[in-house]
């Protein structure tokens, strides 16, 4: 059947009455494993697209496809959905396992949040944060070291939820500061902005020659069964001698990276920091863990 729908061609409707309560996840199973990409979210219409919609009980499926590849999506899709098609138990627990690929971040940073779902929602995960799960938790970091840390923000949330949990620590680390801030990166001096602790930062380089540094992050992935990962990343760099730029938070503005021909993280795009930061290595780590599962 077709009608006409929100894009400028007609949407494929797919109808059923299964039961089936993972359909959206199946569905795109079905499409990928026949070598048809399926997008799952809603995007500007290019006119390269396709609607395929289907109607069951007691959910249903809202998927794009390529013009091209659109009928044959649709005839798949039918197949696998008919109406009287009995799918086991052991099929529903196995697309509900498959289904997490739903993350809860264990911050409520939303510097830190927006550069998760940048980097993870492209690779299939859909990111929330704690405020957008209804979780209003705030862990106390008790921890020795940015490891420790990271895995008591995310065993919090996993014992509240039981769902996969992402956490990080992460902070800035000054050579001639003896590693300060570090682990007190986030109320360094128990100073309360972001503008105070980085003019820290710079009083206490005046004089200094050696004003190296390096941002460490720590991620602690727990999954789904309770099994515990940690990955870090390491970013190397400089301390500037003034502030700069107003992409970024925490102390972008004072930090020049070994990548960044001199200019702090801060006067970069947001996808440089995306690309390089020390973040964006540890998440590195979890991904080829994740893909390599």
């Known amino acids: ?21 993972y359909e959206a996840d199946l569905a795109r199973e079905v499409l990928e494993t026949n070598g048809i990409p399926a997008l799952l979210k809603d995007r500007e219409d290019s006119g390269e697209y396709l609607r395929i919609l ?3 009980s007691p959910f249903g499926f809202d998927i794009l496809v390529r013009k091209e590849q659109a009928q044959e999506a649709k005839r798949l899709l039918e197949e696998t959905f008919a109406a009287d098609k009995n799918i086991s138990d052991e099929e529903l627990e196995r697309l509900a396992l498959q289904s997490a690929a739903e993350v809860i971040i264990a911050s409520n940073n939303k510097g830190k949040i927006a550069e998760y779902k940048d980097i993870l929602e492209p690779l299939g995960f859909e990111v929330f944060s704690q405020q957008e799960k209804g979780i209003a938790l705030e862990v106390e970091e008790t921890g020795e070291t940015f490891a420790q840390n990271a895995m008591l923000k995310a065993q919090a949330i996993y014992d509240r939820t039981g769902c996969c949990v992402i956490s990080d620590d992460s902070g800035l680390e000054v050579t001639a500061l003896d590693g300060e801030p570090g682990i007190y990166s986030a109320r360094y001096k128990g100073l309360e902005s972001e503008h105070e602790r980085r003019l820290a930062i710079l009083e206490g380089l005046e004089g200094e020659e050696d004003r190296s540094a390096r941002f460490v992050c720590c991620i602690c992935l727990i999954e789904m069964d309770g099994t515990t990962h940690t990955f870090e990343g390491i970013w190397k760099g400089t301390i500037a ?3 700069s730029g107003t992409n970024g938070f925490g102390y ?6 070994e990548d960044s021909n001199g200019q702090t993280t801060a006067s970069m795009p947001i996808s440089f920091k995306e690309t390089y930061s020390h973040r964006a290595k540890a998440v590195a780590k979890l991904m080829e ?5």
């Open 54 to 56: 289907g109607y069951g």
């Open 1 to 21: 059947m077709f009608r006409k729908g929100s894009l400028q061609d007609p949407q494929l409707e797919v109808v059923y009455n299964t039961a089936q309560k």
């Open 289 to 293: 863990y994740l893909k390599s599962r």
């Open 241 to 243: 001698t003034e502030e």
């Open 252 to 257: 972008d503005p004072i930090f020049i990276s």
